[in-house]
């Protein structure tokens, strides 16, 4: 029987979803935003320069990839490729790439702040739009460019800087609360499917794809929560295959421009054609923003510390899932990057390297998984993963607390949870070469928590920063390198749209699996191993266990099949299959270094809710 309210609320309902939503801008209203642009321009824009290359600076990145595109033939293309694991590294290197495109600039990316490292990169992108250079910037648009003025602003200051923003709620740059709830309430499968994707491509011929955003928390510059993120940078014929992936989201009809956006173009056209230009604002940390300018346009640093680690790869590709995977989730057509991966993982013959800040599997990837550990028991899969200290989303990671069994027994898997005060190679591979470990990177606030259910970290015993888990990086068989967006989740399946490159390297492959192993030593890392049966229960607890994490409202039972352990001085690192485990190792604690307070309830409750949102997180 229907409930005699129910009419009402539906009625209620749409009504707010109607005002929310409102008209779509109309033509009039875009040609008039068009026109005031137009005369902006003529008032604020410099003159573009007259030289064929409109004055590029000096990039050595740049040349390395013209000789590769001089080397390579219609059968055997030449790429170089470069790990950019450290975040000076990584920010420099687009810094430089920028100042010396000649041509075009385009950058794809799912989160854009208006903090230092946003505002930095924006304006090195203002300044080669006014040397000349087609810049375009697609971004999608649930956390990028939350204030409207400064979209106006930087639409005004260049004919040549182009903003799109992907997949915008309700036709608008920000997402008003309200519009949040109706979003999720009347359009849930488009408001949830997001481009994840992240590309800075120059002049068509260097790309760079991994995990980073353009935010402080990725280049370590954030005073609270660092990533330890990465990013591989491509030199050569590769790039033009990003070139035409760009494009397709690019010309896609949910990548809409500044001026049919409803607020920009209400901001525009109020404003008019005198409304202010970009003028960066003050920087949180200016000394450091001076410093990395400097490095950035260094020679001898960019040969030191980026150039020098280029590798000459072999097959290299790029896959970019579809636009139509976010027009319907079940398009298997449209899942690129998706389809390659799971086959790539799906050969490997004696070890599959993971490192994934949420594991939290998929069910095509919990099969494969699963089969691989069936038909290969040889084969060893190791994760490098975030513990509930170092994650910024305790509640994704009470899923892979709740199938803690599942992966560690039934799929063989040797799980390493990051520890959020690694040791301090660790902590300059999250800050950079010039921060020392617990240092303060910049004096900005923390970043304010938009859904605290999904994206906020547990509180720790003691004060301080802390170092979370960012990339998104495999190793198979120490042959294939996989680097790029995808999470190896049910979003990054399903909903998202993902992209990264695949190569077929051995050199550049073991350089990789180097690195990701680095999180997974015991001053970085903890173990997830089998638990000791609790003294009063024994064997009933493992039943009672498996009934909880089997409940999909609420997992009750506090002692699980795993736990974390870390590893006693004076002992070598080992793995739990050793027999000497249990002697060099001690456990820590389901959730070391949290101070639960509540939260441990709190992440027990979310576990039981975990299973239904596993797709939106």
């Known amino acids: 029987m229907t409930h005699p309210r129910t009419p009402l609320l539906r009625a209620l309902l749409l009504a707010l979803i109607a005002l929310l939503a409102g008209c779509a801008v109309s033509r009039q209203d875009v040609r008039a935003a068009r026109v005031v642009l137009t005369q902006s321009h003529a008032l604020y824009a410099p003159p573009p320069c007259a030289a064929p290359d409109h004055c590029a600076a000096p990039a050595a990145l740049l040349e390395l990839a013209r ?18 694991d450290d975040p000076d590294a990584a920010l420099a290197a687009r810094l430089n790439l920028i100042a010396g ?36 910037i697609l971004a999608d648009q649930l956390f990028s460019f939350s204030n409207v003025g400064t979209l106006a602003a930087l639409a005004r200051s260049s004919p040549h800087l182009h903003i799109r923003l992907y997949n915008p709620t309700f036709d608008e740059a920000h997402t008003q609360p309200l519009q949040w709830a109706a979003g999720i309430v009347c359009c849930y499968f488009r408001f949830n499917q997001r481009m994840h994707d992240k590309l800075l491509l120059v002049d068509g011929r260097v790309g760079i794809v991994g995990g980073r955003n353009y935010e402080n928390r990725y280049f370590g510059w954030d005073p609270s929560l660092d990533y330890l993120d990465r990013d591989v940078l491509l030199a050569g014929p590769v790039a033009r295959i ?59 640093w960019m040969a030191r510390h980026v150039l020098a680690h280029a590798m000459p790869v072999g097959a290299v590709e790029y896959y970019s899932d579809l636009p139509a995977k976010t027009g319907d989730p079940g398009l298997r057509s449209a899942d690129k990057l998706t389809q390659h991966l799971m086959d790539v993982v799906g050969g490997a013959q004696h070890e599959l390297l993971m490192q994934t800040p949420y594991l939290v599997l998929s069910d095509h990837a919990y099969d494969l998984l699963r089969r691989l550990h069936r038909e290969r028991p040889a084969l060893r899969m190791t994760v490098s993963t975030n513990s509930l200290a170092s994650t910024d989303a305790f509640a994704v990671y009470a899923i892979s607390y709740k199938h803690r069994k599942r992966y560690i027994k039934r799929l063989g898997l040797q799980v390493y949870e990051l520890m959020p005060r690694p040791s301090a190679e660790m902590s300059t591979q999250a800050l950079g070469a ?12 923390e970043r304010a928590p938009v859904l605290s259910v999904f994206d906020y970290p547990a509180p720790l015993l003691t004060p301080g920063p802390r170092i979370s888990l960012h990339a998104k990086s495999y190793v198979i068989d120490g042959r294939i390198a996989v680097i790029g967006s995808h999470n190896f989740d049910p979003r990054s399946d399903h909903y998202n749209t993902e992209n990264g490159v695949i190569i077929d390297d051995a050199a550049f492959a073991q350089a990789l699996r180097a690195s990701i192993l680095r999180a997974t030593q015991p001053d970085n890392a903890w173990v997830v191993a089998r638990r000791d049966n609790p003294p009063l229960l ?8 498996d009934i909880s994490a089997a409940l999909p409202i609420f997992d009750f039972w506090p002692f699980r099949y795993a736990t974390d352990w870390q590893k006693k001085p004076d002992c070598p690192p080992l793995l739990p299959s050793d027999p000497r485990f249990r002697q060099c190792y001690e456990p820590v604690g389901d959730f070391p270094e949290v101070n639960l307070s509540g939260k441990a309830i709190y992440t027990r409750i979310i576990t039981a809710f975990g299973v239904s949102f596993s797709g939106i997180m």
């Open 538 to 545: 024994g064997p009933i607890s493992r039943v009672l266990g």
């Open 242 to 300: 990003m070139r035409r992936s760009f494009d397709v989201f690019w010309h896609n009809p949910r990548a809409l421009p500044l001026p049919r956006l409803r607020d920009v173009n209400q901001s525009l056209r109020v404003t008019g054609a005198e409304g202010p230009p970009w003028t960066p604002p003050p920087w949180q940390d200016a000394a450091r923003v001076a410093a990395i300018e400097r490095d950035a346009a260094d020679p001898a």
């Open 67 to 84: 000789a590769n595109d001089r080397a390579s033939t219609a059968t055997a293309a030449r790429n170089s490729a470069i790990l950019l």
């Open 434 to 445: 010039d921060m020392p470990a617990g240092a303060v990177a910049s004096s900005a606030p």
């Open 101 to 136: 495109a000649r041509y075009s600039i385009d950058v794809q990316t799912y989160l854009w702040s208006f903090d230092d490292v946003g505002n930095l990169m924006l304006d090195a992108l203002l300044r080669a739009a006014q040397r000349g250079v087609t810049v375009r």
